[in-house]
């Protein structure tokens, strides 16, 4: 029954957190431009967040595992609090400036580095309390709350900010992200016996190729991701239509990524994980270059469900062979290098993602993004069927002999 409880805290104030973030996805950049006049500028805080991420193989291998409970998530959900706040508060002053903007991204990135494996990790240990299996339910089913947000979020923020309100979405994020600490603290600790130094995420991923190969394919994803939400925001800016057609393409992902987690679980038991994961990107790639070639809400929305669908099963597939093959230390190293490649990769493309909207035009780089993204994922599907052959070979070789 606690085990329930401190599930179900986790979940909810992950839940929180993720809502307030989609709404303020609309305004941030915004804010940016329009505070800054620079469209190269509205990725600066996602690119500089990625920074610590990048580097958190190194700066947090002792860290990581610190966040073993939740009043220690709490500790570090205060710090992202506080760098999410720091931009609104310098625009309401007046101070908005691109060295505020990397500051606050290098906060935010090293709370995220803390913060997003210690609440995975955390919610698994608890589904192994919990019982069998439920490990990779619980992580199931908290992406499945991100795409709940992901669908109802961003239509709520293109409202708050057609009516004026940017700067407040910006301070909500910052309350939420410190309330979600606070749903936390029930969590009791999982502390490892004493032993060994913690694992590397290198010695952890040994003998994981598929892992391997699962994050190759979604680190690709998270590195062309800002084609979707930076380009579509700038075009509806560019267009008179601030917010309208992210707001169709995070609302149509959203609803796509709904279904997708209601039969996510039913599918990868079924499915090998790295075929899977390798299609459900190319399919992604595939979406963006309609949304580029044709840039209506309508298809938007539509391309945007396809692909919430299809990734929300190439996340599960990744989940699933992460949870079975590893606990304890290992598997919070684990996620801990799952959360770099999503948080680098996305924040490395953010970075980048302003100037070369800037320079192609959005709808341009949407189409780039897929082609880039759909060719990845098709090299890696077919590196994984050529590696399987060579071991069924070799093993039918091998019992020749």
Same mark, same amino acid.
């Given at each position: 029954?606690?085990?329930?409880?401190?599930?179900? %805290?986790?979940?909810?104030?992950?839940?929180?957190?993720?809502?307030?973030?989609?709404?303020?996805? +609309?305004?941030?950049?915004? +804010?940016?431009?329009?505070?800054?006049?620079?469209?190269?500028?509205?990725?600066?805080?996602?690119?500089?967040?990625?920074?610590?991420?990048?580097? $958190?193989?190194?700066?947090?291998?002792?860290?990581?595992?610190?966040?073993?409970?939740?009043?220690?998530?709490?500790?570090?959900?205060?710090?992202?609090?506080?760098?999410?706040? #720091?931009?609104?508060?310098? %625009?309401?002053?007046?101070?908005?400036?691109? *060295?505020?903007?990397?500051?606050?991204?290098?906060?935010?990135?090293?709370?995220?580095?803390? $913060?997003?494996?210690?609440?995975?990790?955390? #919610?698994?240990?608890?589904?192994?309390?919990?019982?069998?299996?439920?490990?990779?339910?619980?992580?199931?089913?908290?992406?499945?709350?991100?795409?709940?947000?992901?669908?109802?979020?961003?239509?709520?923020?293109?409202?708050?900010?057609?009516?004026?309100?940017?700067?407040? #979405?910006?301070?909500?994020?910052?309350?939420?992200?410190?309330?979600?600490?606070?749903?936390?603290?029930?969590?009791?600790? *999982?502390?490892?016996?004493?032993?060994?130094?913690?694992?590397?995420?290198?010695?952890?991923?040994?003998?994981?190729?598929?892992?391997?190969?699962?994050?190759?394919?979604?680190?690709?994803?998270?590195?062309?991701?800002?084609?979707?939400? #930076?380009?579509?925001?700038?075009?509806? *800016?560019?267009?008179?239509?601030?917010?309208?057609?992210?707001?169709?393409?995070?609302?149509?992902?959203?609803?796509?990524? @709904?279904?997708?987690?209601?039969?996510?679980?039913?599918?990868?038991?079924?499915?090998?994980?790295?075929?899977?994961?390798?299609?459900?990107?190319?399919?992604?790639?595939?979406?963006?270059?309609?949304?580029?070639?044709?840039?209506?809400?309508?298809? @938007?929305?539509?391309?945007?469900?396809?692909?919430?669908?299809?990734?929300?099963?190439?996340?599960?597939?990744?989940?699933?062979?992460?949870?079975?093959?590893?606990?304890?230390? *290992?598997?919070?190293?684990?996620?801990?290098?799952?959360?770099?490649? +999503?948080?680098?990769?996305?924040?490395?493309?953010?970075?980048?993602?302003?100037?070369?909207?800037?320079?192609?035009?959005?709808?341009?780089?949407?189409?780039?993004?897929?082609?880039?993204?759909?060719?990845?994922?098709?090299? +890696?599907?077919?590196?994984?069927?050529?590696?399987?052959?060579?071991?069924?070979?070799?093993?039918? @070789?091998?019992?020749?002999?």
């Amino acid at each position: 029954m606690r085990a329930r409880f401190e599930a179900l %805290a986790l979940l909810a104030g992950g839940g929180v957190a993720d809502f307030a973030l989609r709404i303020t996805q +609309v305004a941030l950049p915004l +804010v940016i431009l329009r505070e800054t006049g620079s469209v190269a500028a509205t990725g600066l805080v996602g690119g500089a967040a990625g920074v610590p991420v990048l580097l $958190s193989p190194w700066w947090a291998r002792k860290a990581r595992q610190w966040v073993d409970s939740g009043p220690r998530l709490a500790i570090v959900a205060m710090v992202s609090a506080m760098a999410l706040a #720091l931009v609104p508060a310098a %625009a309401a002053l007046g101070l908005l400036t691109p *060295e505020v903007l990397v500051a606050g991204g290098l906060l935010l990135g090293c709370g995220d580095a803390l $913060s997003t494996p210690g609440r995975s990790a955390l #919610l698994a240990d608890t589904g192994d309390r919990w019982g069998e299996g439920k490990a990779v339910v619980l992580l199931t089913w908290q992406d499945g709350l991100r795409r709940i947000g992901m669908m109802i979020g961003p239509a709520i923020g293109a409202l708050a900010v057609s009516t004026g309100l940017t700067n407040g #979405l910006l301070w909500i994020e910052a309350a939420a992200v410190f309330a979600a600490g606070l749903l936390a603290c029930s969590v009791r600790a *999982e502390r490892a016996p004493d032993g060994p130094a913690p694992p590397s995420i290198r010695a952890s991923l040994a003998g994981r190729r598929d892992v391997l190969y699962g994050w190759i394919v979604r680190g690709t994803g998270c590195v062309t991701w800002f084609a979707f939400t #930076l380009g579509l925001s700038i075009i509806g *800016e560019e267009r008179g239509r601030p917010g309208i057609y992210l707001a169709a393409g995070m609302t149509g992902y959203g609803v796509g990524s @709904v279904i997708g987690t209601a039969i996510s679980l039913a599918v990868v038991r079924r499915t090998k994980p790295v075929p899977l994961a390798s299609v459900a990107w190319a399919c992604m790639g595939l979406c963006w270059i309609g949304m580029g070639l044709s840039t209506t809400p309508a298809v @938007v929305a539509v391309m945007g469900a396809v692909s919430g669908l299809t990734v929300v099963l190439g996340i599960a597939a990744i989940s699933v062979v992460i949870t079975r093959s590893s606990v304890g230390a *290992e598997r919070r190293a684990l996620l801990s290098g799952q959360s770099v490649v +999503v948080s680098a990769g996305s924040s490395a493309g953010m970075l980048a993602g302003g100037p070369i909207i800037a320079a192609a035009g959005a709808e341009l780089t949407l189409v780039g993004a897929g082609v880039i993204t759909t060719l990845v994922a098709v090299l +890696v599907l077919v590196q994984c069927q050529t590696a399987r052959h060579v071991r069924d070979r070799d093993h039918h @070789v091998g019992r020749a002999a």
